[in-house]
């Protein structure tokens, strides 16, 4: 008898009760997330010319680098270190079109080592080479 009963008046109370549970619980973790991913770059945005890596934050912000490197990438859509790498590139595409700044001043100035390394990564998130890059947005 109560086994009718929980089926036919409770079973749907309990399904949107929890249905609704898991709902706010999304949307607090969402927020969570969205919270520490703010304050992830806050962090990076004084850092990214320094060498800094992904344990380098991690361990700042007290999480171990695959929890911490997930929950940005879930609220930004990348990965903590290929957020660095396009922070990065943006600066040195402002540093190559607004000066006359080497590549390799360009490259160390936003925080790469290496300027084969640098010039890869600018080809791949821009599709031009600095040189080239520099030679179109100033017009030679």
Known sequence: M???LYGFFLAPFVRTLYYNSMQAYQLTTDGWERSLSERVIEFL???YRSQIG?????????YSPYYLTSAFARSTGLPITAWIVKRR????????G???TSVAAACEAVGFNDVCY???QFVRYTGVTPGRF???????
């Open 2 to 4: 109560y086994g009718f």
């Open 45 to 47: 945005e004084q850092r």
């Open 54 to 62: 992904l344990r380098d934050v991690a361990e700042a912000f007290g």
């Open 134 to 140: 520099r030679s179109v947005h100033r017009g030679n």
């Open 89 to 96: 590139i943006g600066a040195a595409q402002r540093l190559l």
């Open 118 to 120: 640098f010039t890869r």
């Open 98 to 100: 607004e000066s006359d």
